[in-house]
């Protein structure tokens, strides 16, 4: 019930605040440009090969999956080491909650509002989207918003754990901008340069100039979360191993919430609040 109590009052102050409403309001919008772009404004060589609802979807949480990692971020690098800082978190752990509560209780909190507000922008938008084209439908709909809601609430759990392990919050802002540099942007750089070195074309090959990589280079663009729901091998190609498979993503998502908040915990736990 600590926990709880602890993940209530966070969610709470999220809305006392009105962070919820501004979380949900930028996100819905840019929800919105994205699927208005991509059914709209987008080349007409483009339109024709998305005229696929999972296609479609597919399409638009890539457009966004660029904002769910900064709004998780930027949601839980604060979350314990502000309150560190002013000395709340003393006063916190004087009451009947251990380390473990405050930890597991924010991050329980701030990943609600990263869901609610994912949920919402894709209510909001899903509204228009359903009305204005027959390439909505609302099974893969659904199923992407869960998508990004799980992979916001991925981020949250880096995030606090940057913010359980560091002792200032300038030290955890720098950690969650790297950290959003690197998932974001950086980590599609290293493997554009590490392509340009393990391409290779097929000896004999009867179809041209086919590219092939190995499959420990999809692994390594899955590793991403941001990728993890993706199907990152080509079009037209099939997984050769287990790690290239969809039920693989659920193991990717766990390893990246139970160990970075198992390690802060660690840390957490030892440390001296003063």
Known sequence: MSTLTVAR???EDAIRSRALMVVATLFAAVLAMVVYYQLYMASSARLAAIRDPARVASEITAGVSILVPVLGTM???K??????ESGSLKLLLTLPHTRWDVVLGKFLGRS??????????FALVGVQFAASS???????YAMAAVKMAIVGVTFVAIAIAFSTAMRTSMMAMWG???????FVFLWDSV???TKSFVERTPENSTVGPVSELPDWYYLIKRLNPRNAFKDVTPFGVEPNTFYLEPWFAVVIIGVWLVLPLGLAYVRFERSDLA
């Open 9 to 11: 009052k966070e969610f």
């Open 191 to 193: 493997l554009t340069l």
């Open 176 to 182: 969650a901008i790297g950290l959003t540099l690197l």
């Open 75 to 77: 949601l839980g690098y």
């Open 134 to 140: 027959e390439l909505f439908s609302l099974s893969v």
């Open 79 to 84: 979350a314990i080491v502000g309150e560190r």
């Open 112 to 121: 609600a509002v990263v869901v609610l507000s994912v949920l919402i922008g």
